[in-house]
């Protein structure tokens, strides 16, 4: 089975950028729409929230707290989605994953950590 694996967090002072990775080895997603997510300190198990969207056609949309901050890209060719993270708050601080959009049980991957410090 295709996983999805995410990558390029790290630890950001506010104001900073990060830009995460998220690829897979095939092109089993190609047909599918990507979505990134999040998951907030104190929240656990599969209570995360929906950051952004990555669709073939590159119409991406976006959860409201993201405020024009963050830009979502797809490559096809590399079977890779991008999240581009600009003007980083800490309230951004999450582990952030890809998965299916809708989610998909099975396809949630580990995760990558991005921490913004004040």
């Known amino acids: 089975q295709d996983q999805l694996v995410e990558s390029g967090g790290g630890v950001v002072q506010a104001g900073g950028s990060l830009r995460l990775s998220c690829t897979t080895s095939?092109?089993?997603?190609?047909?599918?729409?990507l979505a990134w997510y999040r998951q907030t300190p104190g929240k656990s198990g599969d209570d995360r929230e929906f950051?952004?969207?990555?669709?073939?056609?590159?119409?991406?949309t976006y959860a409201d707290f993201v405020k024009g901050r963050f830009t979502v890209t797809r490559d096809s060719a590399a079977n890779a989605v991008y999240l581009q993270m600009d003007e980083l708050e800490p309230e951004d601080t999450a582990v952030y994953y890809c998965?299916?959009?809708?989610?998909?049980?099975?396809?949630w991957g580990q995760g990558t950590q991005v921490i913004v410090s004040s």
């Open positions: 998965n299916l959009f809708p989610p998909i049980s099975d396809y």
């Open positions: 950051v952004a969207t990555a669709a073939m056609d590159n119409y991406p």
């Open positions: 095939q092109n089993t997603f190609s047909s599918f729409i």
